[in-house]
């Protein structure tokens, strides 16, 4: 053996230009391979393909009442990834009937890395992430606390619609507030709600109401006005103080399993102390929120957006793919059957254009409950699209997520920024072939 390696260094010598010239051009290869790789990653297997609608065939859904939806509801569902093709989704499958009316992908493509604002912020706002610059840092923590991208370069598909329209107000109901507090614009048309897990512990507690105090940004809750008539409302701590803000709890009455889980989440208490499950119960009130909004006023909201975030806490809580996360996939679900439900009894079905996005899958094998590489578990995403200018069936073309601002616009007859890299995928609407 030493005189293996002795014959090794003695042929080294000999030939030492070539040597140095082959390991040289060693290295280069592997680097060229690896900023390759890197590159796909970030940029060329995210490039949108697709139309970019054309004023003619705006004006093919803005002239024709056919072509108009009322409404647009929104339903993210954060950290689904693929899910909703191998849970138990019934409801998702009636209201995402690829059969009927529906166009639906399980592998659309989540940007680079696959964390939540990073996503959150591509979808609304049309860019990847060095485009819209909440890359890597603390980006959920920056969107919580109400930083934002350069809107007036990349507005969101919400400020796009409201730029273009005169009437049409914005609801978004959010469970986890990143997205209210710093992805969507601040605009008079636009009511905000997070949903806070000290509402669940009022709720647990027997108290019909209380004051909130808690949240720097906004207090949100059920509002009464000087007649003590319920109004809803965002209020900001600088315009109405310390009081007036009230959490009350008809609203939760008549949420379907709400009883259950309340039962459950008592039991934790007294076990335990705390119950860490509130988030079930917050997706359920945020969820709860849309609906009565939306169906007291069924022309008041042109968009209304909804953030769930039970099954991304699961994927941290158990991992992906494991029972608990599966279990809440169908929570998830079951909650989609109350919208579709109290939508089908109002007879809004037919005018409203559902939409149900996520940001990223999560990461396994072994104990990674987490998310934010580039492995296909965490960057295969669901979109779902269901309304009568949605081409039926599995979409078969390329769904990358920068790519909701551009579809739901087209579908409200909006015209995209041309600052959005995002494109209408080919096959999803019947207008556009
Ligand atoms: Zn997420
Ligand atoms: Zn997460």
């Known amino acids: 053996m030493k005189n293996f390696f002795a014959k090794i260094g003695v042929a080294i010598k000999a030939n030492k230009g070539r040597t140095i010239a082959i390991s040289a051009t060693a290295f280069v290869l592997v680097c060229v391979i690896v900023s390759l790789s890197v590159l796909n990653a970030l940029l060329f297997n995210r490039l949108s393909k697709g139309y970019v609608p054309t004023d003619e065939q705006l004006a093919a859904i803005k ?36 059969e009927k009316n529906a166009s639906v992908t399980y592998t659309g493509t989540a940007v680079y890395p696959t964390i939540s604002c990073e996503n959150w912020m591509a979808m609304f706002h049309g860019v990847r992430p060095v485009y819209h610059g909440f890359i890597f840092k603390d980006t959920n923590q920056r969107v919580e606390a109400g930083k934002q991208t350069d809107t007036e370069k990349y507005p969101s598909f919400i400020k796009q619609y409201l730029s273009q329209y005169e009437t049409g107000d914005v609801l978004a109901v959010c469970t986890w507030r990143g997205v209210n507090n710093g992805i969507i614009e601040d605009d008079p048309r636009v009511t905000k709600y997070n949903t806070y897990a000290e509402e669940i512990y009022a709720i647990l507690n027997g108290e019909t109401e209380y004051a909130r105090t808690t949240d720097k940004q906004y207090q949100t809750g059920y509002v009464k006005d000087e007649d003590g008539n319920l109004i809803l409302d965002v209020v900001e701590n600088s315009k109405y103080g310390e009081v007036n803000a009230y959490v009350e709890a008809p609203i939760y009455d008549d949420v379907a399993g709400i009883s259950p889980l309340k039962d459950y989440l008592a039991a934790q208490v007294m076990l335990y102390g705390y119950a860490d499950e509130t988030i079930e119960m917050r997706d359920a ?20 957006y909804m953030h769930l975030d039970q099954v991304d806490h699961a994927g941290h ?6 029972p608990g996360y ?14 579709y439900d109290a939508y089908e009894a109002a007879g809004m079905l037919e005018d409203t254009l559902f939409v149900l996005c996520t940001d990223h899958g999560h990461r396994l094998p072994g104990g990674h409950k987490n998310h934010g590489k580039n492995t296909d578990l965490e960057v295969n995403i669901t979109f779902a699209i269901a309304g009568k200018t ?6 078969t073309s390329r769904y990358v997520d920068t790519d909701m601002a551009a579809v739901i616009s087209y579908a409200l007859g909006v015209k995209a920024s041309e600052n959005w890299q995002g494109r209408v995928p080919y096959g999803m609407f019947t207008l556009l072939g």
Request: proline share 4%; aromatic share 10%; charged share 30%.
């Open 63 to 98: 002239d024709d009442p056919a072509n108009q939806y009322k409404r647009v509801v929104i339903i993210g569902v954060d950290g689904v990834g693929d899910y909703f093709s191998k849970a138990y989704t019934p409801n998702f499958d009636k209201m995402f009937d690829t």
């Open 285 to 304: 009130i945020t969820m709860q929120r849309v609906i009565e909004e939306t169906v007291k006023n069924p022309d008041k909201y042109k968009i209304a």
């Open 317 to 322: 809580s158990f991992g992906y793919g494991k």
């Open 326 to 339: 599966v279990n809440a996939v169908s929570r998830v679900d079951m909650l989609l059957g109350r919208l």
């Open 390 to 395: 949605v081409k039926k069936g599995k979409l």
